[in-house]
């Protein structure tokens, strides 16, 4: 059972570029959430879903895009990357609304 | 102000001693706290979940919640090396613009054998 499967583990973008995060569940939760962690500011949500074909806007969206095209994936994609945007971006899953309970292992993301 | 305020720490104790982490929060509309643990370089992991005021024990975790004074507590007893790792509070109300979830910044602890 893999539980949250993030990819990938570690990226280094130059500004401007593009790029997609990848969040899989395998426990059939409805809920998925992508979140960013930046040192002394807690974890900050991002977007989230309530179900496939589903998004919402969190706490700090500006500058991401999100799609829940299938229900056990939940992509991040970052259209022109701004070092302002490095951090540590995690996804999460929950059987219910605003519980996250399971938490991937992290996208190291550094944006020179 | 934030409105979950944690203290950074970092606190190192003694293997077998009890452990107290605690949160602050101003939105008096938060009912649902959480505490979790996150190891170096790894996701958080949910420990404990309660609802409203009042204590839930789970092993060697309590987790305290008085709303009186907007004050939650992790306590750890037996600590051991194993559980040295960054725990973080994080809370949200039932109704409302506070309904996600609402993290503070976590303490770090370090059980020394």
């Known amino acids: 059972n893999a539980g949250v499967t993030q990819t990938p583990k570690f990226r280094v973008l130059k500004t401007g570029q593009s790029m997609t995060l990848l969040c899989a569940q395998d426990?059939?939760?409805?809920?998925m959430y992508w979140y960013r962690q930046d040192p002394g500011m807690g974890l900050r949500l991002i977007h989230y879903?309530?179900?496939?074909?589903?998004?919402a806007k969190g706490e700090v969206p500006d500058g991401y895009n999100v799609s829940r095209l299938k229900k056990q994936n939940f992509l991040l994609g970052l259209e022109s990357a701004a070092p302002s945007q490095t951090s540590v971006y995690f996804c999460?899953?929950?059987?219910?609304?605003?519980?996250?309970?399971?938490f991937g292992q992290g996208t190291r993301l550094t944006v020179v | 102000q934030k409105e979950v305020e944690q203290d950074p720490g970092p606190l190192s104790v003694p293997e077998g001693a009890i452990v107290s982490l605690n949160c602050t929060y101003s939105?008096?509309?938060?009912?649902?706290f959480m505490w979790y643990r996150q190891y170096s370089r790894k996701g958080p992991e949910l420990l404990m979940y309660?609802?409203?005021?009042g204590n839930k024990e789970d092993g060697r975790f309590t987790a305290q919640v008085d709303k009186s004074s907007k004050y939650i507590s992790l306590f750890i007893r037996d600590s051991q090396p194993s559980d040295s790792a960054t725990y973080l509070c994080?809370?949200?109300?039932?109704?409302?613009?506070?309904?996600?979830?609402?993290f503070g910044s976590g303490t770090q602890l370090t059980v020394l054998p």
């Open positions: 309660t609802y409203s005021s």
């Open positions: 879903s309530v179900g496939e074909g589903t998004t």
């Open positions: 426990m059939n939760h409805e809920y």
């Open positions: 939105n008096s509309a938060f009912q649902y």
């Open positions: 994080a809370m949200r109300a039932v109704v409302g613009s506070a309904r996600q979830l609402t």
């Open positions: 999460a899953s929950s059987w219910r609304l605003n519980t996250e309970a399971f």
